[in-house]
């Protein structure tokens, strides 16, 4: 999910807008690059597995629009953020750590070299498109970051320092856990909060009123999709509860309502 992905590479935006002199409130604007990739054809995210299970689609499905929508949005955002940027920056503003906590650099940590560092990302996205498996796809992701990354930790390049190396290397994905364990259960809120609504009586009036009108499917399910963001700002608990709905009304039923 892209809320997932922004949590997780949040420390590595805040010390490249250190490096560079970016303002630090643009970081998030930065971070919402991430969010067109979120529903791409062929991109292990949540969007996507919520659709295959309930629509039984794959993961490349309606790759024209989906592929057609990212280029929007990344172009845009892109636009958007260096535009706003750049005008910032003429002003005179720059990065501040504020109440942040100063990363600190050490220039003798070896790093992996970039091509290294997107080996995992590649593994997760092709076994993810071709066999069509999430679980298998991020254990493979997981164990193949593992074995590329793990040499790169500082204390391995010690000698006789091995006991303290695979310790770093173990509190490195407990670290992992806990901060992927934190985003999980904000989308579950989310997702119970969005539970909740589904089940009282305005909500179904509205939905009622809606499937009313005569108008495309596909511009219902958007609209549809649109409330109910409004009502839970959880994208994931919107598709749960709106694609099942959209389903029964145009694909399920041996008659389609048009």
Request: charged residues 10%; hydrophobic residues 55%; aromatic residues 10%.
């Amino acid at each position: 999910d892209a809320f997932v992905a922004i949590f997780a590479t949040f420390p590595i935006a805040i010390y490249m807008a250190s490096r560079i002199g970016i303002p630090r409130r643009y970081v998030p604007a930065i971070l919402a690059l991430s969010c067109g990739a979120s529903g791409a054809p062929y991109i292990l995210s949540v969007h996507n597995i919520i659709s295959m299970n309930i629509l039984g689609t794959n993961a490349g499905a309606a790759p024209i629009p989906g592929f057609i929508s990212l280029a929007v949005m990344e172009v845009g955002i892109y636009f958007i953020c260096v535009n706003t940027i750049i005008k910032a920056m003429k002003k005179g503003e720059t990065f501040e750590y504020g109440p942040l906590k100063a990363i600190s650099q050490d220039n003798e940590v070896k790093l992996p070299n970039f091509v290294v560092s997107l080996i995992p990302l590649v593994v997760v996205f092709l076994l993810f498109a071709i066999v069509q498996n999430a679980s298998l796809a991020l254990v493979c992701g997981i164990i193949a970051t593992i074995v590329l990354m793990a040499p790169y930790f500082k204390e391995h390049e010690k000698k006789g320092k091995f006991f303290q190396w695979g310790s770093k290397v173990i509190s490195s994905i407990n670290e992992g856990a806990v901060n992927g364990a934190s985003a999980l259960m904000t989308l579950c809120a989310a997702a119970g909060f969005a539970a909740v609504v589904q089940h009282t009586e305005a909500f179904n009036g509205m939905v009622g009123a809606l499937f009313g009108i005569s108008a495309s499917p596909l511009i219902l399910a958007t609209v549809l999709c649109i409330i109910i963001v409004a009502f839970t700002s959880s994208p994931p608990a919107t598709l749960s509860i709106a694609l099942p709905m959209v389903a029964a009304a145009f694909i399920w039923t041996a008659e389609p309502t048009l």
